[in-house]
């Protein structure tokens, strides 16, 4: 007997496109209201059922650090930074700084779409 495999589900949260610019497509538990940056069908503090949500596009640098390494498709350098999205998760995501900034904790972001990969991409609001 062979078991079939599921095809894993996409790890990185969905950044979508709305009139406020882009935001995040998760979850808010019902019963709890904690914030999650993915879809999941419980939540994961409390067990309760969740309800779509949108979230961003601003947030609140929590942690960076710079790659000078390139990984996969991701040519170096690269800034990653915690993001704590108002009234919503923290995501991890890119922080699209340029050359001449250097991001620092604590500053303000916004949340400006997805790299060429899919991944969720900031920008300092300065």
Do not use: I
Not at 6 to 32: I, K, N, T
Not at 60 to 74: A, D
Not at 78 to 102: F, M, N, Q, W
């Amino acid at each position: 007997m062979t078991l079939g495999l599921m095809p894993a589900a996409e790890p990185r949260p969905v950044v979508e496109d709305a009139p406020e610019g882009p935001v995040l497509s998760g979850v808010r538990c019902r019963a709890c209201e904690h914030p999650v940056a993915v879809r999941v069908p419980r939540c994961p503090r409390c067990s309760g059922e969740t309800e779509s949500a949108s979230f961003g596009p601003d947030g609140v640098l929590w942690s960076t650090t710079t790659f000078y390494v390139s990984s996969g498709e991701r040519e170096a350098p690269y800034t990653l930074g915690y993001v704590d999205l108002d009234h919503g998760p923290r995501l991890l995501a890119h922080v699209d700084d340029g050359p001449e900034l250097e991001p620092a904790v604590a500053e303000r972001v916004r949340l400006t779409g997805r790299t060429p990969v899919g991944d969720p991409l900031v920008e300092l609001v300065r």
